[in-house]
């Protein structure tokens, strides 16, 4: 899908003649970046908010990226789906909130997990 692309800052409050603006057009494949690894999902709860990911908004994660410490994940943790910060603590590894009304995760060797894929972009529709 491709729209117009209006390449100015646009002040929050001062109505603006976008149209005239108009420079190019955004193709949203390219923003995107979708290939047969990435898949979108719309998120539940809130527990990243402080990183941006609100309750209801759609993530795009790509599987083929391989994720590293810092890397924002969807993963399994015994049968359970969840979206965190992967930190890596010492020998462990850890999953993080992005929200202080939550407590890390740290993952036991005897735990059933799997990382999904890396977050690579956010989408936030206006409500």
Known sequence: MVLPFFNTDIPAGFPSPAQDYSEEEIDLAKVLQPNPTTFIIRVKGN????????????????RAIRPVS???????????????????????????????L???IKIEEEADFQVWGVVTNIIISAK
């Open 47 to 62: 527990s990243m908010e402080l990183a941006h990911i609100p309750d209801g908004c759609m993530i795009v994660v790509d």
């Open 102 to 104: 939550y407590k890390p």
């Open 70 to 100: 810092g890397n924002i994940i969807v993963a399994v943790l015994d049968g359970e789906f969840t979206i965190k910060r992967l930190v890596r603590a010492g020998r462990n590894w850890v999953l993080h909130p992005e929200n202080p």
